[in-house]
């Protein structure tokens, strides 16, 4: 990997806020645009490597790197293989540690998921397991740092795929209603927590539709099936909410 990829891979992984975040994925962000598809696809192969790297800030840097790739058209079946066996898994889920600074593994999970979701080489059957998956899986964190508005627009971006039908679309939801159905009176478990909350900002991306970028003056688009995503999503929400009409 020629200079300064290979240098700012490793800061990449750095303990160090600073190093990581402010200098090298800013620097390697700023890049991506100007790689050739030989130096995108090595950057790619490296980045989903880190997703079994010990380092908890490099596993969780790293699909923000891929996430960049994917936007500027480059994609390899690897990459999304790695991901969906880090992403449901990690085990990690801080938005910010007072020394190693911004980890979110959710939301730089979910930006990757999302920009999947608009390659048309990615199942968006399988991208719709992989967010029920985080969704669902026992955690003892509540995330707190608007991890539930990056997933539901990744999930909504996934929805926005052309040709999907009412049961691709909703089918993903078979797993929450697994989750909601097992609850039980008393402390709502996180993952329950973070699942209703995640579904809420997801319904009210079906009812007025989603701005396929989380930044930028994009028109609204509505989910490509709308209007069953609403309804399977407000049967499931009046499980835990049995007031909703």
């Known amino acids: 990997m020629d200079f300064p990829l290979a240098e700012l891979c490793a800061d990449l992984r750095s303990p160090d806020p600073a190093v ?52 500027h058209g480059h994609y390899r079946p690897s990459w999304l293989a790695a991901f969906a066996a880090w992403y449901p898994a990690e085990p990690d889920l801080r938005g910010y540690d007072a020394e190693l600074g911004w980890l979110h593994a959710v939301a730089h999970g979910a930006d990757l998921l999302g920009a999947f ?15 029920a998956a985080r969704m669902v899986a026992p955690t003892a964190q509540v995330w707190d740092a608007l991890e539930d508005d990056r997933l539901a627009h990744a999930m909504a971006r996934v929805l926005l795929r052309p040709g999907l039908t009412d049961a691709q679309s909703t089918g993903w939801l078979d797993r929450v209603a697994e989750l909601f159905a097992a609850g039980r009176p008393g402390p709502v478990p996180a993952e329950a927590s973070n699942t209703i909350r995640t579904l809420w900002l997801l319904h009210l991306c079906a009812v007025r539709g989603v701005r396929p970028s989380r ?11 709308a209007d069953a995503v609403a309804r399977r999503l407000v049967e499931l929400l009046a499980i835990p909410s049995p007031y909703l009409g």
Do not use: C, S, W
């Open 20 to 71: 990581r975040d402010d200098h090298a994925y800013t620097a390697l962000a700023a890049l991506v645009p100007r790689l050739n598809p030989e130096q995108a696809v090595e950057l790619g192969d490296a980045m989903a490597e880190r997703f079994t790297d010990p380092e908890v800030q490099a596993r969780t840097f790293a699909p923000l790197i891929l996430a960049a790739l994917v936007k």
């Open 117 to 131: 979701g608009t390659h048309g080489e990615a199942d968006p059957e399988l991208l719709l397991a992989l967010g």
């Open 215 to 225: 930044y930028g003056d994009e028109p609204v688009v509505p989910l490509t099936r």
